[in-house]
């Protein structure tokens, strides 16, 4: 299970319909499934393993069923391009020999209900059922478990309600990540607005994506950008979540748009644009998701 987007609520997806059908499945994800109890487990079936491509160990991987979400360049400093990574992808896949290969982009996404909102998760849903039809279960069967899979952690995951303001947090860290989180957070919106904290993770990533990462999060009400979360790297001279602002305010001119170096000041900020019915994005694969208890008390006041 690797991909560029998805593979995390893909693979758990996955586990959850082999745990519930009694498949007995053992698991490795990269982040906590509160359905599963975590996100590793031991089992006597499949074994559900998540492969990150941003240090290549995905390719390391010899899957009986190998499942490709989709492919693009989110790790400027391990690929030089996106013809690099694409013909990573396409080798490992042709080494499988006779193993199955789901390939996402070829799928049309899943026309079935599910409790995850959003097209991408039909998406991680079409992948989803394709690799578990391959494992021996019938999509009937899927398709009826998968209706009560409710996420992954940080995957627009609901933290809490204050002064009539939802908070959701989001791990998304590349542009079409926070699009598609913009697009599920807008269908739920309804009336309200939707103010968007963002967190940009890796100097690498911001200083090729910046303007990217604008022309995402443009499809906020308002937006409060913070200082980059470094993660691995050390800093690049004159990149800092700054750039961000900058190529947002160039974007679309006039909407509110803060600066906050600090959670505690994006905090602030955010809290001064929110009001009743409205609903706030705590979105990056940092620590943005401490911001959570420190804006439901603001809201609160």
Same mark, same amino acid.
């Given at each position: ?29 990269? !982040? ?77 996404? !899943? ?14 849903? !079409? ?61 739920? !919106? ?32 308002? %937006? ?42 994006? %905090? ?34």
């Amino acid at each position: 299970m690797t991909g560029t987007h998805g593979k995390t609520t893909t693979a758990a997806m996955i586990a959850f319909c082999l745990q519930e059908l009694g498949r007995e499945p053992a698991y490795l994800i990269g !982040a906590e499934v509160p359905q599963l109890g975590g996100n590793a487990g031991t089992g006597e079936g499949w074994l559900v393993v998540e492969g990150d491509e941003s240090d290549r160990t995905a390719f390391a991987l010899e899957p009986e069923i190998a499942v490709v979400t989709n492919i693009e360049l989110d790790h400027h400093t391990t690929f030089s391009s996106l013809a690099e990574l694409e013909d990573c992808f396409r080798r490992w896949a042709t080494e499988r020999g006779e193993a199955s290969v789901v390939w996402g982009p070829d799928l049309a996404p !899943a026309e079935v209900h599910l409790a995850v909102p959003g097209e991408h998760n039909r998406r991680n849903a !079409a992948c989803a059922l394709a690799a578990l039809e391959l494992a021996g279960v019938s999509v009937a069967d899927s398709t009826r478990v998968l209706a009560n899979f409710t996420g992954a952690g940080r995957r627009f995951e609901l933290r809490g309600e204050s002064g009539g303001v939802r908070l959701f947090d989001d791990y998304g860290h590349h542009p079409t990540e926070v699009a598609a989180t913009l697009a599920t957070a807008r269908a739920l !919106a309804g009336a309200g607005r939707i103010i968007v904290v963002f967190q940009p993770h890796l100097y690498s990533r911001t200083a090729y994506l910046a303007r990217e990462f604008a022309t995402a999060l443009a499809g906020a009400d308002a %937006a409060v950008v913070t200082e980059i979360y470094p993660a691995r790297e050390e800093p690049w001279p004159g990149v800092s979540g700054k750039l961000v602002v900058d190529r947002l305010t160039e974007i679309r001119p006039g909407m509110p748009v803060g600066w906050a170096p600090t959670l505690d000041d994006a %905090a602030l900020l955010a809290a001064e644009q929110a009001g009743t019915g409205d609903l706030v994005l705590a979105i990056g694969a940092g620590d943005v998701e401490t911001i959570g208890a420190a804006l439901l008390e603001r809201l609160g006041r």
